[in-house]
């Protein structure tokens, strides 16, 4: 069974641009979550999709998106890039209760 | 809300040395609680979960944990350190009032492992 893949691994981007994260989950599962990950702030859930309706959001500006496409895909999208956004977004699967699986991340960088 | 604290951020022990690492949980309700470890430069993987079974769980590559609710513990624990078990860990309580899939983790413990 595949795991959870995530694209693009790595990106760099410059500051004021849009950025879309890509996370396909382990076939099966309905659930999609997303998390930011920064040396400072550590683990921070960003939000959560269902069946493509968003169910649960982190603390994050509105520059921060999402959405589920009926294959259970998910895409998650930051416009208006800042320094700070730079970190691993980590994306996990679940089947909607119990165990969530992680992929690698997509690294961004902002310069 | 659910959290996690753990209590160290640095644990290093010789190799083929007992591994504890600890982590404390602050919860309303019967929490499900799990250990995911991180490689360096990887994404995260499960190493165990706690559900309000068996107190004493134990999960893959040796690891185990124990779930005590009168000291809200639930500390992560190996008997012989190995050295690919060098790596960050993360305690980590599900906020599953809403029956969200919606993960709190806590600050990581990194695990030096020397030979």
């Known amino acids: 069974k595949a795991g959870v893949t995530q694209t693009p691994r790595y990106l760099i981007k410059t500051r004021g641009q849009q950025v879309t994260l890509s996370c396909s989950p382990i076939s099966g599962h309905r659930s999609v979550s997303w998390y930011q990950q920064t040396p400072g702030q550590g683990l921070q859930f960003l939000f959560e999709y269902f069946s493509e309706t968003q169910r649960n959001k982190g603390n994050f500006p509105g520059r921060f998106s999402g959405r589920q496409f009926s294959n259970s895909r998910s895409e998650m999208n930051v416009s208006t890039l800042e320094l700070g956004d730079s970190a691993l977004y980590l994306c996990?699967?679940?089947?909607?209760?119990?165990?969530?699986?992680f992929g690698q991340g997509t690294r961004l960088t902002v310069v | 809300a659910q959290s996690v604290t753990q209590l160290d951020s640095h644990v290093s022990v010789s190799e083929g040395t007992p591994v504890l690492l600890r982590c404390n949980y602050s919860?309303?309700?019967?929490?499900?609680l799990f250990w995911y470890v991180q490689h360096p430069n990887k994404g995260l993987q499960l190493l165990l979960k706690y559900t309000s079974a068996a107190t004493l769980v134990k999960g893959i590559n040796g690891f185990e944990a124990e779930f005590k609710k009168s000291e809200t513990s639930f500390h992560l624990t190996k008997p012989s350190a190995h050295m690919s078990d060098a790596a960050e860990y993360f305690c980590v309580v599900s906020d599953g009032n809403t029956g969200f899939q919606k993960l709190v983790f806590g600050t990581g413990t990194r695990l030096l492992v020397s030979p």
């Open positions: 919860s309303s309700y019967s929490p499900s």
């Open positions: 996990a699967s679940s089947p909607g209760e119990g165990d969530a699986f």
